[in-house]
Protein backbone atom coordinates (compact mmCIF):
# COMPACT_ATOMS: atom_id res chain seq x y z
CA UNK A 1 0.00 0.00 0.00
CA UNK A 2 1.06 3.40 -1.04
CA UNK A 3 2.05 6.18 1.37
CA UNK A 4 1.97 9.62 1.36
CA UNK A 5 4.12 12.41 3.81
CA UNK A 6 1.63 14.92 5.04
CA UNK A 7 1.98 17.93 7.23
CA UNK A 8 -1.17 19.68 8.42
CA UNK A 9 -1.62 22.06 11.36
CA UNK A 10 -3.38 20.40 14.02
CA UNK A 11 -4.98 22.82 16.79
CA UNK A 12 -2.25 25.29 16.05
CA UNK A 13 0.92 23.17 16.05
CA UNK A 14 2.20 21.72 12.89
CA UNK A 15 2.12 17.93 12.76
CA UNK A 16 3.78 15.34 10.18
CA UNK A 17 2.48 12.09 9.37
CA UNK A 18 3.40 8.90 7.09
CA UNK A 19 -0.34 8.04 5.56
CA UNK A 20 -1.94 5.12 3.65
CA UNK A 21 -4.01 6.76 0.84
CA UNK A 22 -7.39 5.41 2.30
CA UNK A 23 -6.18 6.29 5.99
CA UNK A 24 -9.65 8.55 6.86
CA UNK A 25 -8.59 11.74 9.29
CA UNK A 26 -10.79 10.69 12.11
CA UNK A 27 -8.09 7.65 12.42
CA UNK A 28 -5.03 9.56 12.05
CA UNK A 29 -6.61 12.48 14.50
CA UNK A 30 -7.68 9.14 17.44
CA UNK A 31 -5.02 6.62 16.43
CA UNK A 32 -1.62 8.48 15.24
CA UNK A 33 -2.34 12.14 17.00
CA UNK A 34 -4.06 10.34 20.39
CA UNK A 35 -6.90 13.08 20.47
CA UNK A 36 -9.72 11.05 21.18
CA UNK A 37 -12.33 13.80 21.32
CA UNK A 38 -13.34 13.33 17.94
CA UNK A 39 -15.73 10.12 17.85
CA UNK A 40 -16.42 7.49 16.09
CA UNK A 41 -20.66 7.18 16.08
CA UNK A 42 -21.74 5.47 13.23
CA UNK A 43 -20.72 3.58 10.36
CA UNK A 44 -23.11 6.03 7.88
CA UNK A 45 -21.90 9.25 8.01
CA UNK A 46 -25.22 10.56 9.77
CA UNK A 47 -24.09 11.05 13.60
CA UNK A 48 -21.63 14.11 13.36
CA UNK A 49 -19.92 13.03 16.74
CA UNK A 50 -16.43 13.16 14.77
CA UNK A 51 -16.46 16.74 13.27
CA UNK A 52 -13.78 18.97 13.21
CA UNK A 53 -12.95 21.86 11.71
CA UNK A 54 -10.86 21.96 8.09
CA UNK A 55 -9.79 25.22 7.30
CA UNK A 56 -12.60 26.36 9.62
CA UNK A 57 -15.34 24.78 8.25
CA UNK A 58 -17.02 21.63 10.03
CA UNK A 59 -16.66 18.69 8.49
CA UNK A 60 -17.39 14.93 9.28
CA UNK A 61 -13.68 14.09 9.56
CA UNK A 62 -15.02 10.08 8.63
CA UNK A 63 -15.58 11.42 5.23
CA UNK A 64 -12.52 13.15 4.94
CA UNK A 65 -9.39 10.93 3.70
CA UNK A 66 -6.17 12.14 5.85
CA UNK A 67 -4.61 13.07 2.53
CA UNK A 68 -6.49 15.47 1.93
CA UNK A 69 -5.93 17.47 4.79
CA UNK A 70 -2.41 17.86 3.46
CA UNK A 71 -1.04 21.55 3.93
CA UNK A 72 -4.40 22.51 6.07
CA UNK A 73 -5.53 23.88 9.52
CA UNK A 74 -7.86 21.32 11.88
CA UNK A 75 -9.25 22.10 14.57
CA UNK A 76 -10.81 19.31 17.49
CA UNK A 77 -12.46 19.80 19.65
CA UNK A 78 -9.83 19.70 22.01
CA UNK A 79 -8.24 22.69 20.18
CA UNK A 80 -11.79 24.71 19.74
CA UNK A 81 -13.75 26.91 21.49
CA UNK A 82 -17.64 26.67 19.92
CA UNK A 83 -16.92 27.98 16.38
CA UNK A 84 -20.21 29.26 16.82
CA UNK A 85 -19.32 31.53 19.73
CA UNK A 86 -16.22 32.61 17.84
CA UNK A 87 -18.59 34.58 15.59
CA UNK A 88 -21.06 35.10 17.83
CA UNK A 89 -20.72 36.25 21.83
CA UNK A 90 -24.97 36.20 22.54
CA UNK A 91 -26.17 33.54 20.32
CA UNK A 92 -30.08 32.57 20.64
CA UNK A 93 -31.10 29.37 20.86
CA UNK A 94 -32.01 29.51 17.18
CA UNK A 95 -28.35 30.20 16.61
CA UNK A 96 -27.61 27.29 19.16
CA UNK A 97 -29.95 24.88 17.35
CA UNK A 98 -28.85 25.52 13.71
CA UNK A 99 -24.79 25.39 14.42
CA UNK A 100 -25.14 21.77 16.04
CA UNK A 101 -27.95 20.95 13.92
CA UNK A 102 -25.22 18.22 12.07
CA UNK A 103 -24.89 16.49 15.24
CA UNK A 104 -26.94 13.79 16.47
CA UNK A 105 -27.90 13.15 20.45
CA UNK A 106 -28.57 10.39 21.50
CA UNK A 107 -29.22 10.46 25.14
CA UNK A 108 -31.99 12.97 26.12
CA UNK A 109 -32.62 15.81 23.38
CA UNK A 110 -30.52 19.10 23.39
CA UNK A 111 -31.52 20.98 25.75
CA UNK A 112 -28.52 20.30 27.90
CA UNK A 113 -26.49 20.68 25.39
CA UNK A 114 -28.06 24.76 24.05
CA UNK A 115 -27.74 25.41 27.47
CA UNK A 116 -24.11 24.04 27.88
CA UNK A 117 -23.43 26.48 24.85
CA UNK A 118 -25.34 29.37 26.66
CA UNK A 119 -23.30 29.16 29.55
CA UNK A 120 -20.35 28.81 27.86
CA UNK A 121 -21.26 32.24 25.54
CA UNK A 122 -21.80 33.72 28.88
CA UNK A 123 -18.01 32.69 30.43
CA UNK A 124 -16.88 33.67 27.43
CA UNK A 125 -17.83 37.30 27.71
CA UNK A 126 -16.54 37.60 31.14
CA UNK A 127 -12.96 37.41 29.61
FE1 LIG B 1 -20.82 9.44 12.43
FE2 LIG B 1 -18.69 10.54 11.24
S1 LIG B 1 -18.72 8.99 12.74
S2 LIG B 1 -20.78 11.06 10.98
Known amino acids: MATHKITLTVNGAARDAQVESRLLLVHLLRESFRLTGTHIGCDTTHCG ?5 LDGQPVKSCTVLA ?3 DGREV ?15 EPTEQDIR ?8 RC ?3 VNIVQAIQYAAAKMRER
Do not use: P
Open 108 to 110: TGY
Open 75 to 89: ETVEGLEHALLARTK
Open 98 to 105: EAISGNLC
Open 49 to 53: ACTVL
Open 67 to 69: VQA
